[in-house]
């Protein structure tokens, strides 16, 4: 599966963005999918993930409450609403799936997008 992430930008503390993430292929609907993200200097930190049937979702402690993960199966993509952004929030976001469970680390997902940066400014 290729995967195809937009939706990044610059904004203000407290604006939100919304992240999409574009699979092909006909078995997206097979794929748990995940959101991460890396700082400069920092490793790639898990965000949020969710179930195939977008029925199940776990999120980093830091953004439960301000992001959002939810999937459209029938346009095989998946996206991440950000909301309340923060300038700790500013990285590279990335988004990626895998065929097993639920899982937050990033060595368990086997295809990955290019990434797209979300800066926020205090």
Do not use: H
Not at 42 to 58: A, D, P, Y
Not at 66 to 74: G, P, Q, T, V
Not at 92 to 116: E, F, H, I, M
Request: hydrophobic share 30%; glycine share 12%.
């Amino acid at each position: 599966v290729q995967l195809q992430a937009s939706g990044g930008g610059s904004v203000q503390a407290g604006d939100s963005l919304r992240l999409s993430c574009a699979a092909s292929g006909r078995t997206f609907t097979t794929y748990v999918m995940g959101w991460f993200r890396q700082a400069p200097g920092k490793e790639r930190e898990f965000v949020g993930v969710i179930s195939t049937t977008g029925l199940l979702t776990s999120y980093l402690d830091s953004v439960k409450g301000r992001f959002l993960i939810s999937r459209d199966n029938a346009k095989n993509t998946v996206y991440l609403q950000m909301n309340n952004l923060k300038p700790e929030d500013t990285a590279v976001y990335y988004c990626a799936s895998t065929s097993g469970v639920l899982n937050r680390d990033p060595g368990k997902y086997d295809y990955w997008g290019q990434g797209t940066q979300v800066t926020v400014s205090s």
